[in-house]
């Protein structure tokens, strides 16, 4: 069995999930914006692991103190 996007019904080879739907990553690039999932601190879409810290979402990477700007590691 293949599995497709949902929006575009192309059979997906790296699928990207959200809310239960698997998409492409253009489709999931497009339904992560318009849903608010975006790095807190450079805005760009989150499409790989990512913190949820306070309510708020972080690549692993742009997760650093505000004071010194450190990377602070998990």
């Given at each position: 069995?293949?599995?497709?996007?949902?929006?575009?019904?192309?059979?997906?080879?790296?699928?990207?999930?959200?809310?239960?739907?698997?998409?492409c990553e253009e489709h999931y690039r497009d339904v992560?914006?318009?849903?608010?999932?975006?790095?807190?601190?450079?805005?760009?879409?989150?499409?790989?692991?990512?913190?949820?810290?306070?309510?708020?979402?972080?690549?692993?990477?742009?997760?650093?103190?505000?004071?010194?700007?450190?990377?602070?590691?998990?």
């Open positions: 069995t293949c599995v497709a996007c949902t929006t575009c019904g192309t059979v997906l080879q790296e699928a990207f999930e959200f809310l239960g739907s698997l998409y992560a914006a318009t849903s608010g999932i975006v790095c807190a601190a450079c805005n760009q879409v989150l499409t790989s692991r990512y913190l949820d810290v306070v309510g708020r979402c972080w690549h692993y990477e742009c997760f650093k103190c505000f004071r010194c700007s450190a990377l602070i590691s998990k």
